[in-house]
C-alpha cells in the first residue's frame, strides 16, 4: 500500500500546502507545535475538507477536488486516535473499546478484544465510565477503540504523549507487530524522535504547514540537515543489521553489519531476522587507535567520510562503516586534538547497553 | 356512523350547553337519567366556541346557547332544525357591590354609576363579545351612562371572572347575572337592571340538524318538564315554557 | 378516594392519558424537528421554527380553533384521516391529546434542541472515524447524550398537556368521558356558583399528578446525568 | 398600515411592552432558580420545581386567580407592594406583565437550566484555580457558557407572553389601552358570529412579530454559539 | 517554603494514601499512568477533596481534616496547568492569558503578559479562540494563563507533553528560573525522566496510590532500587560541580568535580555558579587503563564501590569519584572480561556531548 496526500488548506491566514507519498509501513509525521500535522490526519479522516487536494491510500481514492470524491469519513475504515482521547462518556470502557466492532463487517475483525485489553492493560477498567479514568488511561482505551475497529489504516495522533515508559515500551513493538504481521498501514504523529526512528517506515517532517523534508526514516535521520528539525539530541543513524545469534549466557544478541560484528542487549528475533539499529550520534567514540580494556563492547574499524561544519561547539562526522553510514558528534576541540579529517582511518567505539530495545526495530521484510 | 336498536339507545345524548347552565343542567340529567335510566353526556363551553365546533361537525344532539345571536347563526346555515328551537330559560342582569351589606341603590335614567365608581373598576364580561358584557352594555346605553362608565369597565372574558373581581373587591360593583350573583356571599345586589334597558336575556335551545340519537328530542323536551323546572329556578333561572308533557 | 366523583375520575384518568399519548407520540417529532433546527442548513429553516412556536404564540383559543378547521370531521386534513385510516381526531380523546401535543411542541423542541447543541461535534467525529453513518452516530452517540435533554422536554411537554385547556376545549369541546380533560372540568366548576370547592379539588389533583411525573422524571434525569457526568 | 384600528394598534403595542418588560424583568429571576435547580442541593429542592413548573400544569384561569388572590388590591402581597412602593399591579399594564412573565416562566428557567447542565464543570474548576470565587466563575464563566441558553429561554418566555391570554385577562381584565392585550382583542372577536376576519388580522401581526423576533434571537444565539463553538 | 502533603482518598476499590514532605523547589510526581498523580494535585488544588489528610504549604495550612481546615480553591492561589488544557471557550486566547491576573491582587503580579507570551510563542494566536489552536497551542496558552495568575504555588500535570522538543527546551530553563529566582514552588507531574532529573528537586516517586519513594533528586535518580520506576534507559546519578570557566573558543564549559575537571558543551552561568549534572549510566564507559587518543574529552579515574545484581544482561556499577557517586551500566559480559569488582581502580569515560544542555540544571542556591 502506499499513501499518497496531497491538499491544500487555509486557516485564517495559516496556509497550508502539503504533499508526499509514502510506502507501506508507518509513516511519521514529525514538527513543531502549530505546523499542521493534525490538519494533515484530520484531512485523511475526512474531518477536514481541504479546499483542493487529493488522498489515496492504497488503490482507494478518498478524496479528489479534481474528480469530486470526498469519501464520508465513516466509509473511510480508518482508525482514528486523536490528541484528545475523545471517548464516549456515556459509554462503559468495554462499550467504547467495542464501538468500532459493530460497523466494521465481520470478515475484516482482526483485534481481538482479550488482545487488546491485555497489551493496554485496561482488564480493570472496563466496567468503568470514561469520566473516572486518568488521563493515561483514556489514551489507552482511545487505543484500544481504534484498534479494535479493524481499520484499513490507522491514524495516530501522539498517542502516548501522556503514558509513562513502560507502558510505551510495551506498546510500541505491538504497533511493530501490526506494521509488519497485519500489515496494517499507519500515519504516525509524535514529537519523540525515539519513538519515530524505531517505528517510522518514512518520515515526512511537516514545518509552517509545508513539507520540509520527506523519505526513508534511515535516510532523514542521518542528514544533518534535518537535525535542527529533530534537536541534536537524537540524531543519529540507523545500520541495517542482520541477527546472528544469542548468547544465552550473556543475554546479548550478536548482529552482523556490514562493518562487523555488534552486541547488543537480547533481541527478540530469530537468527537471521533483518533488523535495524538507531546509533545516536552523541553515543559513539571515535579511537584514533584500537582501545584495549573498555567496558565498551563494541569496537569498529571505521572511515572519516566528511566533517560537518565546524562553526560551533559540536562537529558531526559522518564515518563509513562497512558499506553503511554511522554519525558521530564530537567536540570541536577533539576533532582539533585528534586531528580528525576526511579519509583517516579509525575506530568507532560504542557500548551495547546505549543501544536500547526501543532503538532496535524489525525491519518490514516486504516493502512494497 | 352506528346503527343498530341496541347500541342507539345505549348512546348518550350529547347536549352543548353554555358553560353558566352547568349547576342546573346536570341536575336536570341526573334526574332524567333516574327516571328514564338514559344518560345525556353535557359539553360547557362558551356559547361560540360551541357554536363553531357544531358548525364544523361536532356529534352534539342539542345545543343551549346563552344568547340568541349563535343560535341565530346556527339556523341560518341549517345546522339545527328550527323547528324544534325554543326559548328555553330567560335571565336578569343585576348590578353587584362588594360587601355582604351593599346599600340597594335605584337605577334609573342617568343614575351616576361612575360618580359611585369613583377611581374604582366596574367589572363586566367583554361588552362587545360575550353576552353578559353585551347586555350589561345594552342597558347602560339605554340608560343613558354607558359614556361616562365606559372608561371605568374592566372586562373579563366570562361573567364569571368579573363576579371573581367584585367578590375578591377588586372592583367595587360589577354587572353579571342574577344567577351568578345570587351564590356568593361576598357580593350584594344592589339593583336589577329594568328589562326594558337590555333586549331579553334567553338561553334557546335546539336539537341539531345532525342528530340521529331518538333520544335527543326527549330530553329537549325534558327541558321544558315541570321536574327540571324546580332546578333551573334553584339557580335563579326564569324558565320560558313548560311542555305539557311529561 | 372517595372525594372526587366518578366523573372527576374519568377526568383525572382521562388527562392522563391524554397527556401522556401526547408527550409519547409527539417525541419522535420533537426530537427531528429539534434536530433539524440544531444542525440542518436548509431553506426554510426559520419558517419551520417560526411554526413549531406558534402554538406559543397564538391564544391557545385561535390554536385550538385552528386545529377545528384543519382537523375537524369537515376539516381538509380531518376528513383526509378519517377516509384513508379512519382516524377520527375531532371530538374524541385522540384530538385532546393532539391539541395538548401541538401546544407543548415548542416546549419539547427547545429543551431538545439546547442538549443537541450542547453535544460535542468532536464525539460524533470519533463515532463516524470508527465506522458508524449518521444515522448510526445519532442514534448511538447524539440520542444518549441528549436523553437528559429529551426528559426534560417529554416532562416540560407532559406537565404542560396536564395542564392544557384553551386549545383543548376549543378543538374538542368538553364531552365528559371523551374529551374532559381535569382543566377543562376545573373550567367548567368555575363558571357556575358554588363550584370553586370542586375546582379546587381537581386543581390539586392535577397539581399532585404533575409534580409526581416532575419529581420522578428529576430523579430518571439525575441518574442519566450521573453516568455521562464527567466528560 | 390602517388595516388596523387605533384600538387594535395600542393592542399591539402593549403586548409588545408587556412581554418585553415581563421577558425582561424575569430573566435575572429565571437565570438564579435555574443555577439553583441544576446546582443547588438544598431541602425543598423538588418543592421549588414543582412551584415553577406549577403555571404550566395549572390551567391558565387558575393562575390568573390565584395572581389575584396573591397581587390583587387586596391581596396579600398586592397590598403591601401598594402600601410600600405605590407599585399596584391589579389593572394595569404591570399585572399582566406580571401574567405573563409567571407563565412563561417554567419555560425560561427549562431553557436556562439544560444549558447550566452542560456546562463543562471543569472549566468552572479552572476558573476556581485561578482565583475565581463561586460569582466570579458564574459572571465570568458560567454566565458567558449558558448565553445561548438565556437567549432560548428569554426568546421562548416572549413568545409565551405574547400568546398569554388566560391568566392575563382572569388577573387585569381587558381594559383597552391598559391591559388588552393581543390575545384579549382576538379572544373577543372570536366570540361573536363574523368576528373570524378581524380576529385572523391580529392574529397575523401578533405571528410577524413573534417571529421576528424568533428570528432575530436565532441569528444573535447563533453568532453567540458559533464564538463558543468548538471547545 | 515546604510542601507537606498527607491525604487519603478512595475512588470505588482504588486506594490512595500518599504522604509526603518537599522542601522549596520543584517537586516532581512520577509514576505510571494510574498511579494517582492527577489525584494528589487535585487535592492540593482543592478539587478532590480527601477523605482525610493535611495539605500544608509553606506556612499556610490549605486542608487539615482534623482542623477542619478546607481552603476553598480560589483562596488558595495556586496556578494549575491541567492535563487537558481547560482553556475558557468563550475567551480569546488573550483573556484567556489575562483571566488570572484579574483576581491576582496588585501586589503580586509577578509575570508581565509580553515575557509570558514572547516565552510561549503564542503572539501570533493572541486574538484566536482556542477552539482554532492545535494541541500543542493550547497547552501552551494553559501554562501562560496558570503562570500569570501569580500563583504562589504552581501545579503543573505534565505540561509539556504534547510539545515539541525544541518547545521543551525553551519552556525548562523558564521553570529553572522560576524556581531559583521568583522562587516559586512548583509541582510537577512528568513522565520524562530527563524533564523530571533537570528540573526537581525533590522526586516522589508514586506507585499505585503509595509513595514509593522520596528524597532529593540526585539522591532518587542514582538509587538503583528506583531504576524499575524511571526505566533503565534514564538511569544515571547527578553530579555536584562549580563552573571553573568558559573556553571561549571551543564553546566548551570546565567544571569542577570532586573527582576531577568536567569539560561540557557551555553552561549558561558566570564561572563559581553551582550546577548539577546528570550524567547516565549508559553514557559512561569503564576503562582499565587510562585510554589515550580518544574523543571522549572525560576520562576521571575512579573506584568501583559495589557492583548491582548481576542477574540480568547488565550490571550497574556504582563508581566513587572524589566524594561523589556515579553510576555506570555495562553488560555482564564486560564485568566478566574485564574483572570488574569491588575496590577496584579504574577510569570513567563519557563525551562532552553526551552531557546536554537539559541534563545540567542550575542549583538552587537557597534551600530552606
Ligand atoms: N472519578 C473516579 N472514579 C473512579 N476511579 C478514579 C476516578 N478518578 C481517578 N480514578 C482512578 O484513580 C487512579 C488515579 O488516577 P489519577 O488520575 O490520579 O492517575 P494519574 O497518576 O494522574 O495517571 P495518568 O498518568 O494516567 O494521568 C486511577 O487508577 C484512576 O483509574
Ligand atoms: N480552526 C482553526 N482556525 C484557525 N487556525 C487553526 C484552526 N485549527 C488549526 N489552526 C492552526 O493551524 C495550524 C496547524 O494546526 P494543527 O492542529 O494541524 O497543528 P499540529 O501540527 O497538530 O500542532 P500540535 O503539535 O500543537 O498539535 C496551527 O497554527 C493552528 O493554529
Ligand atoms: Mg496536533
Ligand atoms: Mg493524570
Redesign the interface.
Known sequence: MTLDVALEHRFGNFEIAISFAAPHGITALFGRSGAGKTTVINAIAGLVKPRSGRIVADAATLFDTSRGIDLPTHARRIGYVFQESRLFPHLSVRQNLLYGRWFAPRAVRQQRLDDVVDLLDVARLLDRQPGELSGGEKQRVAIGRALLASPRLLLMDEPLASLDEARKSEILPYLERLRDEVRLPIVYVSHSISEVARLATTIVAISDGRVARVGPTAEVMSDPDTFPLMGRQEAGAILPAKVLRHDLHDGLTELVTSGGRLLTPRVEAPPGTDVRVRIRARDVILALAEPQGLSALNILPVTIRKLGSQDGVVVDVAITCGTDDLLVRVTRRSVERLGLAAGKSCFAVFKSVAVARRDISTVDAKPD | ATTGTAAESMRPV?V?AA?????ALDEVADTWKSETGKTA??????S??????IQ?????DIFVSANI??M??LADANLIRKDTARDLLRNRIVLIAHGRNAKAVEIGEGFDLAGRLADG?L?MA?V???PAGIYGKAALTSLGIWGAVAPK??????V???L??VA???APYGIVYA??A???DAVTVVATFPERSHPPIVYPAAITAESDNSDAGNFLAYLSSPAARGSFER?GFAVLQTSPTN | MDWLSPDEWTAVRLSLQVSFWATLVSLPFGVLTAMALARGNFWGKQLLNGLVHLPLILPPVVTGYILLLLFGRRGAIGAFLDQTFGLVLAFRWTGAALAAAVMSFPLMVRAIRLAIEAVDPKLEQAARTLGANSAWTFVTVTLPLILPGILAGAILAFAKAMGEFGATITFVSNIPGETQTVPSAIYAFLQVPGGDASAMRLVLVSVVVAVTALALSEVVATRVARRIAAK
Chains 1, 5 share one sequence.
Open positions: 350529547v352543548f358553560a353558566s347552565l352547568k349547576n353526556a353535557i359539553s360547557y363551553a362558551g361560540a366556541q360551541l357554536a363553531k365546533q364544523q361537525g361536532a356529534p352534539a345571536q349563535w341565530t347563526a373598576k367589572a367583554m362587545d363579545s360575550v369597565v374592566a372586562q373579563t372574558d366570562n364569571r371572572a368579573a371573581t373581581l375578591r373587591g377588586e344567577t351568578d345570587a351564590a356568593t339557580q
